[in-house]
């Protein structure tokens, strides 16, 4: 009923930049949070960034300064531009999503599929 692709992962040299971009589709009312997470080999996967969609924002402390979420409420699309790119950043970049389906009472989280992310040189 839903789906959160995601697109924008790659390889890339320290100090580089990517942008992720995460697009919802399906039978959604309305999407309320979106954001970003990430998962690197033998670690739990932890927050990233995250959107209202008002507009708020939040980052974990890792990111800030280097890492920019922004939404196109219009497109039911998030991004995350990330600059500065250091190795430890190397993980695969999951979107999340708490939507309301058409017809639903109930707010629910999805996730994509995942994008990965590898910071080398």
């Known amino acids: 009923q839903v789906q959160l692709v995601e697109s924008g992962g790659g390889l890339v040299q320290p100090g580089g930049s990517l942008r992720l971009s995460c697009a919802a589709s399906?039978?959604?009312?309305?999407?309320?949070?979106m954001g970003w997470y990430r998962q690197a080999p033998g670690k739990q996967r932890e927050l990233v960034a995250a959107?209202?969609?008002?507009?708020?924002?939040n980052y974990a402390d890792f990111v800030k300064g280097r890492f920019t979420i922004s939404r196109d409420n219009a497109k039911n699309t998030v991004y995350l531009q990330m600059n500065s790119l250091k190795p430890e950043d190397t993980a695969v970049y999951y979107c999340?999503?708490?939507?309301?389906?058409?017809?639903?009472?109930?707010?629910?989280?999805?996730w994509g599929q995942g994008t990965q992310v590898t910071v080398s040189s």
């Open positions: 999340n999503a708490a939507l309301t389906l058409r017809g639903s009472l109930f707010t629910n989280d999805y």
């Open positions: 959107i209202t969609s008002g507009g708020s924002t």
């Open positions: 399906g039978s959604i009312f309305s999407i309320y949070t």
